[in-house]
T-cell receptor
């Protein structure tokens, strides 16, 4: 499967626990983006990463959220001390480059539920 | 601050007829617009796009129209098919980064047989 792979598909956490969401971009893609979709809303940009670098994290909440894209392995979105308001679908996307007409390819998402 | 708005949460269309989905934006710096289609439990998939230098782009049954003066775009699907039933998101990008998309809230399209 050459698509964007996200896991887990569903993640249940209790308030105060940590959530780790993983994303493997499409083969050959070195640009990764995380988006969040709250219920009944559109997707909202969170962060843009390249290998070992955070390029734009202007959409990330200031606390508890972090992201990385190491030299080896998948990109990780980490949410510490989760709260009920973190319940959402988290989508990862990747692109080959950042040209103006470059398309994003999205994964199937991770549905995070905080009890 | 909703920069991209899809004011119709849902739309129901008869199979074979035309589906028209609308989208409005407020940021005049947007210069690239896209439509994504999303099925339940899947990620959005790219459908069609248009650059701000054009006013129309066509791909098979799908046509996107852009009216820059009105800051409005629309997606036309004709003829509509049952497999078109999905949520459609309008998205825009601009100087802030081509891949830093701003999405609308989505319109759920249902095609009735």
């Amino acid at each position: 499967n050459a698509g964007v792979m996200q896991n887990p598909r569903h993640l249940v956490r209790r308030r105060g626990q940590e959530a780790r969401l993983r994303c493997s971009p499409m083969k050959g893609h070195s640009h990764v983006y995380w988006y969040r979709q709250l219920p009944e809303e559109g997707l909202k940009f969170m962060v843009y990463l390249q290998k070992e670098n955070i390029i734009d994290e202007s959409g990330m909440p200031k606390e508890r959220f972090s992201a990385e894209f190491p030299k080896e392995g998948p990109s990780i979105l980490r949410i510490q001390q989760v709260v009920r308001g973190d319940s959402a679908a988290y989508f990862c996307a990747s692109s080959l480059s950042t040209g103006s007409n470059e398309k994003l390819f999205f994964g199937s998402g991770t549905q995070l539920s905080v009890l | 601050d909703q920069q991209v708005k899809q004011n119709s949460p849902s739309l129901s269309v008869q199979e074979g007829r035309i589906s028209i989905l609308n989208c409005d934006y407020t940021n005049s710096m947007f210069d690239y617009f896209l439509w994504y289609k999303k099925y339940p439990a899947e990620g959005p998939t790219f459908l069609i796009s248009i650059s701000s230098i054009k006013d129309k782009n066509e791909d098979g049954r799908f046509t996107v129209f852009l009216n820059k003066s009105a800051k409005h775009l629309s997606l036309h699907i004709v003829p509509s098919q049952p497999g078109d039933s999905a949520v459609y998101f309008c998205a825009a990008s601009g100087a802030q980064g081509a891949q830093k998309l701003v999405f609308g809230q989505g319109t759920r399209l249902t095609i009735n047989p």
